[in-house]
């Protein structure tokens, strides 16, 4: 059995204009530390022997991470397309809106439509792509949304739309 993975589908291009504040003010710090972390490298190679040297070997992998993400942020910040105006009918859900959702249990959950680099399930930010937010795409107050979840269809009816 090999390791190989399909590639995941590419992401929506889509970011709110907090969201690409936050990358670039992510990438200028990546940045400093990255400064930081070359110059305790630095530090920790002069000591000398380097295979057993648990200071060097540290900071390299940090050093590796750090330019990951920066390669990321790199590729991916030119990509993206920040989403600044609010659409026209505000009564209807898209990008970026805030939507209060009340299940059949009467139980409310409250959903924001953001892009892949701005998912935080804590806030309650889902991603454009996910399934929920598909289903949620130009649906207006008291529509009914049913969602395929891996413990069967789940239908909200969808009691609160809003954009900041």
Same mark, same amino acid.
């Given at each position: 059995?090999?390791?190989?993975?399909?590639?995941?589908?590419?992401?929506?291009?889509?970011?709110?204009?907090?969201?690409?504040?936050?990358?670039?003010? /992510?990438?200028?710090?990546?940045?400093?530390?990255?400064?930081?972390?070359?110059?305790?490298?630095?530090?920790?190679?002069?000591?000398?022997?380097?295979?057993?040297?648990? /200071?060097? *070997?540290?900071?390299?992998?940090?050093?590796?991470? *750090?330019?990951?993400? *920066?390669?990321?942020?790199?590729?991916?910040?030119?990509?993206?397309?920040?989403?600044?105006?609010?659409?026209?009918?505000?009564?209807?859900?898209?990008?970026?809106?805030?939507?209060?959702?009340?299940?059949?249990?009467?139980? /409310?959950?409250?959903?924001?439509?953001?892009?892949?680099? /701005?998912?935080?399930?804590?806030?309650?930010? *889902?991603?454009?792509?996910?399934?929920?937010?598909?289903?949620?795409?130009?649906?207006?107050?008291?529509?009914?949304?049913?969602?395929?979840?891996?413990?069967?269809?789940?239908?909200?009816?969808?009691?609160?739309?809003?954009?900041?």
């Amino acid at each position: 059995m090999s390791r190989w993975r399909p590639p995941s589908p590419k992401s929506s291009p889509y970011i709110t204009a907090d969201g690409a504040e936050r990358l670039e003010s /992510e990438m200028k710090a990546l940045w400093v530390r990255r400064a930081d972390v070359t110059q305790h490298l630095a530090a920790a190679a002069a000591e000398g022997d380097r295979s057993e040297n648990a /200071e060097y *070997i540290y900071r390299k992998k940090e050093l590796r991470e *750090i330019d990951r993400r *920066i390669r990321y942020l790199q590729k991916r910040l030119p990509s993206l397309t920040v989403v600044r105006e609010l659409p026209g009918n505000r009564d209807r859900v898209f990008f970026g809106a805030w939507v209060t959702l009340e299940d059949e249990d009467g139980k /409310e959950s409250t959903f924001r439509i953001v892009g892949a680099d /701005e998912i935080d399930t804590q806030q309650g930010w *889902i991603s454009v792509d996910s399934p929920v937010a598909r289903a949620l795409l130009k649906k207006s107050l008291d529509d009914e949304v049913t969602v395929a979840t891996p413990s069967g269809p789940t239908t909200w009816f969808v009691i609160a739309v809003r954009y900041e």
